[in-house]
């Protein structure tokens, strides 16, 4: 699967029926963003099992308003519906190879345990 322009439209469908969504936020005037889109068209190539979408931060504001998304390029990882990486700032190729594997790797059942108890504890302190 090439990349997959993600709007306000597609967004939850997109989250909600693929198990690792790969979400690029960038803007046509952004250096870095050209830079790094090469990097990600390559990885959506080779990952074809994984969603890879382009949020247009120009377009999409009420997407990237919802994220505050503050800087661009902004890098997101969710994987069955949970963020498990955000990070500004394009990648190199290798680091960003890293990353999928590991996002591959994550025990999820880990993750969501930690979520919980996470909530558990912030409704303990309110």
């Known amino acids: 699967m090439t990349t997959l322009e993600i709007t306000e439209d597609n967004f939850n469908d997109t989250i909600e029926n693929n198990a690792i ?17 090469p990097v990600f068209e390559a990885a959506s190539e080779l990952h074809r099992d994984i969603v890879f979408g382009k949020i247009d931060t120009e ?4 997407l990237a308003g919802a994220f505050d ?3 661009i390029p902004t890098l997101m990882i969710l994987r ?10 394009a ?4 680091a960003f190879e890293n990353l999928i594997t590991q996002a591959r ?8 345990a930690n979520v919980a108890a996470q909530e ?3 409704s303990e302190d309110s």
């Open 21 to 37: 969504v790969i979400l690029d936020f960038w803007a046509e005037w952004c250096g870095p963003c050209k830079g790094f889109a």
């Open 69 to 71: 998304i503050r800087s």
């Open 91 to 94: 990648l190199p190729a290798s």
């Open 80 to 89: 069955e519906q949970i963020m498990i990486f955000r990070e500004s700032g």
């Open 105 to 112: 790797a994550l025990d999820m059942e880990e993750v969501r």
């Open 120 to 122: 558990d504890e912030d």
């Open 59 to 62: 377009a999409q504001q009420g």
